[in-house]
């Protein structure tokens, strides 16, 4: 048998969400600026995040910046700044690594999936013909071609250019 290293993993397994710890979202946008932070961009309402624990490469997280958890409380500017962002990373996402497709999802509550149930943010995830491997099917592992810092250079310098 041959071990699959990701070591990067551990940190999402170890993060106890119901243990009180701050929402990673709340702390990425007071950590912007530093150099592992991941934000993209950010905007009057909204701002554009890698998730450090992706489904696949260029998994992005649009957020909103007001901390909230729920879809009714939101503004109408913040429904459509949703809206609006995630129309730009996609554009963002095809620019520099050209998928096939995409998967939006906003999942809403713990039993729809949302790993943070407090502050809303649609996920974005480019897809390409065929991503899908024996890997997952197999081993339930899910490999990552690229990394972290790399593609958030990337998407980064795309997005200046999108704005």
């Not at 071990?3 to 106890?16: F, G, K, Q, S, V």
């Not at 997280?61 to 901390?67: E, K, P, S, V, W």
């Amino acid at each position: 048998m041959k071990n699959l290293w990701a070591p990067w993993r551990m940190t999402y397994i170890e993060h106890d969400v119901d243990a009180g710890n701050e929402c990673f979202l709340c702390k990425a946008l007071k950590d912007e600026g530093k150099e592992d932070c991941l934000i993209l961009w950010r905007g009057e309402l909204t701002f554009c995040i890698l998730n450090r624990f992706p489904y696949n490469n260029g998994h992005l997280l649009i957020a909103t910046n007001r901390h909230v958890g729920e879809v009714e409380e939101l503004t109408p500017e913040e429904m459509t700044a949703l809206m609006r962002d995630t129309v730009r990373a996609q554009k963002v996402l095809t620019n520099v690594m050209h998928p096939h497709g995409f998967n939006w999802g906003l999942n809403v509550g713990r039993v729809a999936g949302a790993g943070l149930v407090d502050h809303l943010h649609m996920h974005l995830v480019p897809r390409w013909n065929g991503d899908t491997n024996f890997m997952p099917v197999f081993a339930e592992v899910k490999v990552i071609p690229q990394a972290l810092q790399e593609v958030c250079s990337k998407l980064r310098e795309e997005a200046q250019k999108t704005g």
